[in-house]
């Protein structure tokens, strides 16, 4: 079996519009989050959201202009991971480097527009039609469309295969990455996870579920608070994260460094609740990854949590972690959820969190969970509060990502050269 | 106007040269538009006038003139022979 390395990643996200900044401003402390834009705020005051540091048209060539942004951040985040890996476009073994994508909501925007477009139109005394649709709009929001793009724009042939499991969208998008390098059926694939749903319908919705933080009473930024006592649910974010995967052969024939080395996937379904978590297969998506990557609960030395602020959430994910790494007296398993920064980006969370933690491994600098003022005695871990710490080793990485639906997905990462 | 909006539609969002657009007998396949950027270049006319343009598969078989000719005719055909503002009709 082939060994696994990450040779290039790259962001845009609510913290910057590069992985460097991202992560750089995470361990600043620095909390993305605001309030909503007049279109949605009419309608929910209290709403608040974590947009993307830029606007990813911005950055990309004009001929991209039509996608979904979704797609755009795709584009985005990929070019950067890319060309930090030095991969060439076009390259000679095209069928042999494949497209792994994660996203919860393929096309929100696409849709929306669609929507308000149809609705103008009905509005406009006869002097539109409601029928004229643009032509492209079912390739733009169809799920696979980031994949598409990415394919296309840079010449791989080989699987481009899309990934909707809500929250761990990306974080599956990796782990079957990794398994097709690992197990020989490619030599290369790019992930990434991209989201952008921060419109008006899709807030609506989100809104109605009732999950949706609640304006803190001094910060509005500070507001997200994973662990918390006063936690009151999540922020939606939006944005893209991106790495290479790549085997060591074909990176070393490319004389190309490792930045770490994908090493544990562990995936499990909850079979119980479409929101409500369980503990056990938590537990069970841990252990597989530990087990994969022949580690131990001690190996690891941080992990960047779910931690989505929820209520039962995160209680039911301390539990979990206590049962794979032990109480808090017994370990020294450091634990952040930067969801607290850069709010939640669901599809694309998981690559986004995974790629933080390697940022966090290889500078021996942990982000922290900025707001955990309070910390809630039920949630009674190490969840570095408020302040990154820094000068730590870190010799590998977890990452937990458990979606809607009962899909639990946790990966482990660790440095390379070991 | 109707040649106006194909042609900067062709020019700044498809990339086309504007020196195309000075010979008289361009022929629309000289363009290098496939099925879906016809389709696209086809809604900057069908939103403005409201209704669907029959079988854009003909158009890559004809001049770019006869082309402008026969949407010009279909509008025309669907507009009891006049022909809209079709800048007017964008802005609202």
């Known amino acids: 079996m082939a060994q696994v390395l990450i040779t290039g990643m790259g962001a845009i996200s609510p913290l910057g519009a590069d992985l460097p900044t991202s992560f750089a401003r995470a361990l600043e402390g620095h909390c993305a989050i605001g309030t909503a834009p007049a279109n949605i705020s009419k309608w929910l005051p209290d709403i608040l959201l ?35 890996a030095n991969f060439p476009a076009q390259p000679e073994n095209s069928r042999r480097v494949g497209v792994f994508v994660g996203i919860g909501f393929g096309g929100a925007h696409t ?62 998008a990796i782990g079957e990455a990794f398994r097709a390098i690992r197990d020989g059926y490619l030599d290369a694939a790019v992930v990434v996870g991209c989201e952008a749903m921060l419109t008006p319908g899709s807030i609506l919705a989100w809104n109605a579920l009732r999950v949706m933080a609640k304006p803190h009473a001094t ?28 085997s060591a052969a074909h990176a070393g024939r490319r004389q190309q460094a490792g930045l770490g080395e994908v090493c544990g996937y562990g995936c499990s379904s909850d079979a119980a609740h479409l929101t409500a978590p369980s503990s056990a ?28 602020a929820t209520p039962s959430g995160d209680v039911v994910e301390t539990e979990s972690i206590r049962t794979v790494f032990g109480a808090r007296e017994n370990s020294t398993l450091a634990i952040s959820s930067t969801k607290s920064m850069h709010g939640h980006l669901i599809g694309a969370s998981g690559i986004l969190e995974f790629a933080l933690a390697v940022m966090a491994m290889n500078s021996g600098s942990l982000p922290p969970t900025a707001t955990l003022e309070t910390p809630d005695p039920q949630c009674d871990l190490d969840f570095i509060p408020l302040h990154a710490r820094h000068g730590c080793t870190v010799n590998a990485i977890m990452s937990n990502s458990f979606a809607f639906g009962g899909s639990n997905v946790s990966l482990v990462a660790r440095r390379y050269p070991s | 106007m109707l040649e106006e ?49 029959p079988d854009p598969t003909r158009y890559p078989k004809m001049g770019f003139a006869e082309m402008l000719a026969d949407i010009e005719a279909a509008i025309r055909a669907h507009n009891n022979g006049e022909m809209p503002d079709l800048s007017l009709e964008a802005e609202q």
């Open chain 1, 50 to 84: 974590a947009p993307a540091a830029s606007e990813p048209a911005a950055l990309l060539d004009n001929k991209h202009a039509g996608l979904d942004r979704a797609s755009q951040f795709a584009l985005v985040a990929a070019g950067e991971a890319l060309q930090q």
């Open chain 1, 111 to 172: 849709l929306d527009g669609l929507y308000d477009r149809f609705q103008a139109a009905v509005n406009s005394n006869g002097k539109r039609n409601p029928a004229m649709v643009h032509p492209l709009s079912v390739p733009r929001m169809m799920a696979n469309a980031a994949a598409a793009a990415i394919s296309m724009s840079h010449g791989f042939k080989g699987p481009s295969n899309t990934y909707s499991i809500a929250c761990a969208s990306s974080a599956t």
């Open chain 1, 219 to 246: 910060d509005p930024a500070r507001s997200c608070r994973p662990f918390s006592q006063d936690r009151s649910g999540f922020v939606l974010g939006e944005g893209a994260a991106a790495m290479v995967l790549e």
């Open chain 1, 281 to 308: 297969e938590q537990v069970y998506a841990m252990q597989q990854a530990l087990a994969d990557a022949g580690l131990q609960a001690s190996d690891i030395q941080y992990l960047n949590a779910h931690g989505t």
């Open chain 2, 5 to 53: 909006i194909i042609k900067n539609y062709l020019i700044n969002t498809k990339g086309k040269d504007a020196a195309l657009f000075d010979d008289p007998d361009l022929q629309v396949s000289a363009l290098g538009l496939d099925s879906l950027d016809m389709v696209e270049m086809l809604f900057e006319i069908e939103d403005r006038c409201g209704f669907q343009l």
